[in-house]
């Protein structure tokens, strides 16, 4: 077994023991999600530095609010500052951004989820739900996954 099969493994049985978690602003919302994805893979975070700074007394900043807070004027930028954009299918492990459909994208226009191969998982009222990778918009890995 090699190390990307032994943190996608990691990843799978991280997302068994989260599946039925709903979603909830500031409590395990999609960043939080993925930012444990990344934990449960390699030990570590990839917005480790992010969480809970989009709220404010239980209350979500606006998006000029988050832009000014987190430094980052879109998405994009913000991902290629800790990532490297995948320009192929997304890779196992790859987090992903999805739009079109997803349940909690309304906010900043973006689900985060994580590819697990023909599919990705995002977060929604019920927990884990599985978006064919086709409804993906861009994926983004750690470097020494790239």
């Not at 493994?9 to 997302?15: D, E, G, I």
């Not at 990344?38 to 832009?67: C, P, V």
């Not at 994208?105 to 009222?125: D, K, T």
């Not at 064919?132 to 020494?144: G, Q, Y």
């Amino acid at each position: 077994m090699g190390p990307q099969d032994y943190h996608i493994k990691r990843l799978h049985a991280f997302l068994r023991g989260i599946s039925g978690k709903p979603f909830e602003w500031g409590a395990w919302d999609c960043l939080i999600f993925t930012n444990d994805a990344f934990r449960a893979m390699y030990g570590e975070g990839w917005a480790d530095d992010l969480l809970h700074r989009y709220m404010n007394g239980g209350k979500l900043l606006t998006r000029s609010q988050i832009r000014r807070e987190y430094g980052y004027q879109t998405v994009d930028e913000m991902l290629g500052d800790r990532l490297t954009q995948a320009h192929t299918v997304p890779p196992r492990g790859a987090l992903v951004i999805g739009s079109a459909g997803m349940v909690e994208a309304g906010y900043l226009g973006v689900g985060f989820g994580i590819s697990v191969g023909s599919s990705a998982a995002f977060l929604s009222a019920s927990g884990v739900v599985y978006w064919p990778i086709e409804t993906i918009d861009s994926a983004w890995v750690r470097d020494d996954a790239a």
